[in-house]
């Protein structure tokens, strides 16, 4: 399986020649596509699911299948999105789609907290969304989150210590300088190393065979 990194949360996975697109967000530019079998929306903010983006993407790919919380079903009623809930599986085409949790994380007490969900790919890739959800099996290729105004680092690092993942790669990281990259990827590394797994940063465009 092929996980390509694209600015911010986009994620781009091959398998046997389908696509799976993850989070295609205002952040990322759509990056070339074919035989896109499936998109997942983990919740209703912007940088997640662009309403722009997710046409395009249909508009490219009519036979795609769409997969988001309810919320994210009611702000794109236009499109066939699908409503998943914890503990719900879909095999499309060569990609097993387990979803795990219900809330993103909170920004602050202010501000309603939306619907959200992690979503593992094939048993192999686990990308949580906005939240820390761990899922109820091993996570061999965790895409963390790096970034946000809901994320402390140190909560990141009670994450990966909770996860214990194989392989890690930093997302959900456009807001930051280059810094910044190396000052919060060197938190993520240390905390994937020191349980005998691999760290990649997989700048926008760069892939990852797992």
């Known amino acids: 399986m092929k996980v390509t990194k694209w600015q911010h949360a986009l994620l781009q996975i091959e ?11 205002f952040f990322s530019e759509l990056p070339a596509t074919q035989n896109v079998v499936a998109i997942t929306l983990s919740h209703v903010h912007d940088d997640h699911s662009y309403r722009d983006h997710v046409e395009e993407l249909v508009s490219r790919h009519p036979e795609a299948l769409l997969f988001g919380t309810e919320e994210v079903r009611d702000k794109l009623s236009s499109l066939r999105v699908e409503p998943v809930y914890h503990g719900d599986r879909h095999q499309v085409g060569p990609f097993t789609l387990d979803f795990y949790g219900d809330l993103h994380q909170e920004i ?3 501000i309603p907290i939306v619907q959200n969900f992690g979503l593992m790919v094939n048993q192999e890739l686990y990308y949580p969304g906005d939240s820390y959800t761990i899922p109820e099996t091993p996570v061999a290729t965790l895409a963390c989150p790096s970034i946000a105004p809901w994320l402390k680092i140190s909560d990141v690092m009670d994450f990966l210590e909770a996860v214990r993942p194989q392989r890690a790669f930093p997302t959900h990281n456009a807001l930051l300088s280059e810094v910044g990259h190396q000052l919060y990827n060197s938190r993520i590394q240390d905390l994937t190393e020191k349980h005998g797994g691999e760290f990649r940063f997989l700048r926008p465009g760069e892939s990852w065979d797992i």
């Open 15 to 25: 398998q046997e020649g389908a696509q799976l697109i993850v989070d295609p967000g």
């Open 108 to 110: 602050h007490r202010s």
